[in-house]
């Protein structure tokens, strides 16, 4: 394994050939600075909210969520600062864990459900990206789904014990209480509290698209959550590599936590824009099952990962997606005599063997147009 994933390997010199793109495949970004994305902050009024979620849907197909630090009751849905923050450090942590813990985890089959890989997107097209993944799914409910998830590292953050034990321990109780599965369960609440916020933004989605209020709930919404644990460890010269190559999201909706170090471009304009993160904001982009449902009302933008020479940078993105069996195509409310279907109506699943099997790289800038047709008419 250790041969295989970056992070495990000592720090490189040089670019070695396999992951190196020629220039024109890689059209640096336009923007000497990083451009800070339309802010939604959640805890404005329901109209506020819906409202600036589609107007920063329909300029960017991008926008930063703002989480509520005290969750107002009405949308009991906030990620709190400490939860993200806990998330980052474990996650941080994980990477730093030697390869006998992780060892077990590792898989280059891309129908393991939990399994930790480099480099591939999609296994399909022999290029390798600077980049680690540690891939975790999830039901819901969670029931035991999360067993199989990484135990370690084992740091148990303290705002997790119950106020009486912080109180009544002594050092060597909250030592031993220190010894629980702290990724599995940080992972957890992250994901089941992200999931919500996700959930959350798709009913403000109908109040403002004029959906009826549960249209994303059932199938739509219904697949196993997919988390990215990404990791891009420093690169020698991020000039000839990629962190992730231009795609669009294939499901419903993305939550991004971007860590704090810039890395996200997204297509903008016929160029590439860096994306500043706001610290404890989640960016979120529409899937493309999002525009094929609002028949390109909203759009799914193309977005990839650079390197950077200095700092290793750790994200995590939750994907709500559509079951296999779902049959996603434009919801009537968007069609017309004079807005037809742009899009087929066809199974989520079918719809992935098409993406999966579409050669990513052909052009450098809109490599996922071909993923788009897929579907489109
Ligand atoms: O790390 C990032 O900024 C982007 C991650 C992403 O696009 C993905 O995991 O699909």
């Given at each position: 394994?250790?041969?295989?994933?970056?992070?495990?390997?000592?720090?490189?010199?040089?670019?070695?050939?396999?992951?190196?793109?020629?220039?024109?495949?890689?059209?640096?970004?336009?923007?000497?600075?990083?451009?800070?994305?339309?802010?939604?902050?959640?805890?404005?009024?329901?109209?506020?909210?819906?409202?600036?979620?589609?107007?920063?849907?329909?300029?960017?197909?991008?926008?930063?969520?703002?989480?509520?630090?005290?969750?107002?009751?009405?949308?009991?849905?906030?990620?709190?600062?400490q939860v993200?923050r806990d998330m980052?450090s474990v996650?941080?942590?994980?990477?730093?864990?030697?390869?006998?813990?992780?060892?077990?985890?590792?898989?280059?089959?891309?129908?393991?459900?939990?399994?930790?890989?480099?480099?591939?997107?999609?296994?399909?097209?022999?290029?390798?990206?600077?980049?680690?993944?540690?891939?975790?799914?999830?039901?819901?409910?969670?029931?035991?789904?999360?067993?199989?998830?990484?135990?370690?590292p084992q740091r148990f953050p303290y705002v997790y014990l119950?106020?009486?034990?912080?109180?009544?321990?002594?050092?060597?109780?909250?030592?031993?209480v220190a010894?629980k599965?702290a990724y599995?369960e940080v992972?957890?609440k992250?994901?089941?509290?992200?999931?919500?916020?996700?959930?959350?933004?798709?009913?403000?989605?109908?109040?403002?698209?004029?959906?009826?209020?549960?249209?994303?709930?059932?199938?739509?919404?219904?697949?196993?959550?997919?988390?990215?644990?990404?990791?891009?460890?420093?690169?020698?010269?991020?000039?000839?590599?990629?962190?992730?190559?231009?795609?669009?999201?294939?499901?419903?909706?993305?939550?991004?936590?971007?860590?704090?170090?810039?890395?996200?471009?997204?297509?903008?304009?016929?160029?590439?824009?860096?994306?500043?993160?706001?610290?404890?904001?989640?960016?979120?982009?529409?899937?493309?099952?999002?525009?094929?449902?609002?028949?390109?009302?909203?759009?799914?933008?193309?977005?990839?990962?650079?390197?950077?020479?200095?700092?290793?940078?750790?994200?995590?993105?939750?994907?709500?997606?559509?079951?296999?069996?779902?049959?996603?195509?434009?919801?009537?409310?968007?069609?017309?005599?004079?807005?037809?279907?742009?899009?087929?109506?066809?199974?989520?699943?079918?719809?992935?063997?098409?993406?999966?099997?579409?050669?990513?790289?052909?052009?450098?800038?809109?490599?996922?147009?071909?993923?788009?047709?897929?579907?489109?008419?």
């Amino acid at each position: 394994m250790a041969n295989n994933m970056l992070h495990l390997t000592p720090p490189h010199r040089e670019v070695p050939g396999c992951y190196a793109f020629p220039a024109e495949k890689i059209q640096l970004g336009t923007s000497a600075a990083a451009v800070s994305l339309p802010v939604v902050d959640i805890s404005r009024s329901r109209d506020e909210v819906c409202r600036a979620i589609l107007d920063a849907g329909k300029e960017m197909g991008f926008f930063q969520a703002s989480h509520i630090v005290k969750p107002r009751p009405v949308v009991n849905h906030g990620v709190p600062d400490q939860v993200m923050r806990d998330m980052e450090s474990v996650c941080v942590e994980f990477f730093r864990l030697p390869a006998e813990d992780k060892a077990a985890l590792y898989s280059e089959d891309p129908r393991k459900t939990n399994r930790l890989f480099c480099g591939a997107l999609y296994g399909n097209s022999g290029e390798k990206y600077w980049r680690d993944c540690l891939r975790l799914a999830c039901t819901f409910p969670v029931g035991k789904s999360t067993e199989d998830w990484p135990g370690n590292p084992q740091r148990f953050p303290y705002v997790y014990l119950r106020r009486s034990e912080i109180m009544d321990a002594n050092l060597k109780f909250i030592s031993f209480v220190a010894t629980k599965h702290a990724y599995r369960e940080v992972a957890e609440k992250f994901t089941v509290l992200t999931r919500g916020l996700g959930m959350e933004l798709l009913r403000l989605l109908c109040q403002s698209l004029e959906l009826r209020h549960d249209y994303f709930e059932g199938d739509l919404s219904g697949s196993d959550v997919i988390l990215h644990v990404n990791h891009y460890p420093p690169c020698p010269d991020p000039s000839v590599t990629l962190g992730l190559p231009p795609h669009c999201d294939r499901g419903l909706i993305t939550l991004l936590h971007p860590g704090t170090v810039p890395g996200l471009e997204i297509a903008y304009k016929g160029n590439w824009i860096k994306v500043e993160p706001l610290p404890n904001a989640f960016i979120v982009n529409f899937g493309l099952q999002l525009e094929v449902v609002t028949n390109g009302l909203l759009k799914s933008i193309e977005h990839r990962a650079m390197t950077n020479v200095a700092r290793a940078r750790t994200s995590v993105a939750t994907f709500i997606m559509p079951t296999q069996a779902c049959l996603v195509g434009p919801a009537g409310e968007f069609l017309s005599e004079d807005n037809p279907p742009r899009y087929r109506t066809m199974t989520y699943g079918e719809f992935s063997r098409g993406y999966a099997a579409v050669n990513m790289g052909s052009s450098p800038l809109h490599i996922n147009t071909d993923l788009k047709n897929i579907q489109k008419i």
